[in-house]
């Protein structure tokens, strides 16, 4: 099943995101070796240069790694992983925040509804 985009942004870097959240999952186990360019741009039904781009970032990012004759495998680096984790962690906030702010609803009363919701979670 092809990936899902939103048009309103770069493919590549909802790549990026993607993969970054798969890694900070546990999805892409740490040390394994990813699916090679050509089989990740089919499985998410992208040009295999924009998925190319993609992981060239995340091996800027430290993310990933190329061994040059075996392909890419996702960092062994714990702590460049977790540093990860919390970024996508603080964005998604960052973006709470903000849509409940346009909302009218401030910081704290976002929170006493959040907390709420995770209380019904927990009843059901």
């Known amino acids: 099943m092809p990936w ?6 770069p493919i590549y870097t909802q790549l990026v995101e993607i993969i970054t959240l798969r ?20 499985f998410a039904a992208v040009n295999p ?3 190319q781009r993609a992981l ?3 091996e800027r990012q ?11 495998y996702v960092t ?6 977790e540093a990860a984790r919390r970024d996508q962690a603080e964005q998604i906030l960052n973006d709470f925040f903000q849509r409940m702010a346009e909302l009218g609803v401030g910081p704290a ?6 907390m709420q ?3 019904m979670m927990h009843d059901d």
């Open 62 to 72: 430290g993310l990933v790694r190329s061994e040059r004759t075996s392909g890419r």
């Open 23 to 42: 890694i900070v999952s546990g999805e892409y186990a740490p040390g394994t070796r990813l699916p090679s360019v050509r089989e990740l741009a089919a």
């Open 117 to 119: 919701k995770k209380e």
């Open 56 to 58: 060239a970032e995340l």
């Open 76 to 81: 062994d680096d714990a702590a460049r992983i």
């Open 4 to 9: 899902q985009f939103d048009n309103q942004r």
């Open 49 to 51: 240069n924009t998925m």
């Open 109 to 114: 009363q976002a929170l006493r509804m959040a």
